[in-house]
């Protein structure tokens, strides 16, 4: 097994740059869940944590990509 070491160098933390992906939620027309349960499961998504926050990456090198989810 190859050592981490000698095939990807030597990281430098304070030039790392961060890449996270975001989903939003949005009520769709589809009749897949009561839509109470929607608007449930959409509230609660709104209440999540932020990832940047939570693991202290630094915001001048986090790169936020998302995309919209209807449920």
């Known amino acids: 097994m190859l050592d981490p070491t000698d095939t990807e160098g030597r990281i430098a933390i304070d030039d790392a740059s961060y890449f996270l992906s975001k989903i ?16 449930l499961f959409i509230a609660t998504s709104h209440i999540t944590a ?3 926050d939570y ?9 936020i990509m998302g995309s919209r989810v209807e449920v």
Do not use: N, Q, Y
């Not at 939003?24 to 608007?39: V, Y």
């Open 24 to 39: 939003e939620l949005k009520k769709g027309t589809a009749p897949t869940m009561a839509p109470w349960r929607k608007r």
């Open 50 to 52: 932020d990832a940047a």
């Open 55 to 63: 693991f202290g990456l630094p915001g001048e090198r986090t790169v």
